[in-house]
């Protein structure tokens, strides 16, 4: 999954034990959030995919699911400057800034041709 936590976490981490695998577990993380109530979750729902990267292969395997799914769809998958540009958090001056750096590449390309869209 995917965590994002508050600063209590260092605290709560630090009081763990390791399990029968000699590991600190996140799922005894999250149980910790879960019972004193401040555990939040969203589900992910249609339009994500999770990809384990956990092995060489499955990184490998997630690898390769990206480049085909960006080929065939012509977008980016997890594109920052694109995501801030579309959430109007940055502007298309400073995005075209972002992108100039990048213009002799695909990926500086394919910012510019997001200013040719507005």
């Given at each position: 999954?995917?965590?994002?936590?508050?600063?209590?976490?260092?605290?709560?981490?630090?009081?763990?034990?390791?399990?029968?695998?000699?590991?600190?577990?996140?799922?005894?993380?999250?149980?910790l959030y879960l019972?004193?109530?401040?555990?939040?979750?969203?589900?992910?729902?249609?339009?994500?995919?999770?990809?384990?990267?956990?092995?060489?292969?499955?990184?490998?395997?997630?690898g390769q699911f990206?480049?085909?799914?960006?080929?065939?769809?012509?977008?980016?998958?997890?594109?920052?400057?694109?995501?801030?540009?579309?959430?109007?958090?940055?502007?298309?001056?400073?995005?075209?800034?972002?992108?100039?750096?990048?213009?002799?590449?695909?990926?500086?390309?394919?910012?510019l041709q997001l200013?040719?869209?507005?």
């Amino acid at each position: 999954g995917l965590y994002f936590y508050d600063n209590e976490v260092v605290g709560l981490a630090k009081d763990l034990k390791p399990s029968p695998r000699g590991e600190l577990e996140i799922t005894d993380l999250n149980r910790l959030y879960l019972e004193a109530g401040t555990l939040q979750v969203e589900v992910m729902g249609r339009g994500y995919a999770w990809l384990d990267t956990g092995t060489h292969d499955s990184l490998l395997e997630a690898g390769q699911f990206i480049a085909t799914l960006e080929k065939r769809q012509g977008l980016k998958v997890a594109c920052p400057e694109e995501i801030a540009f579309r959430s109007h958090w940055i502007d298309a001056e400073r995005l075209n800034a972002l992108a100039q750096p990048l213009a002799k590449n695909g990926y500086g390309q394919y910012l510019l041709q997001l200013l040719k869209e507005i």
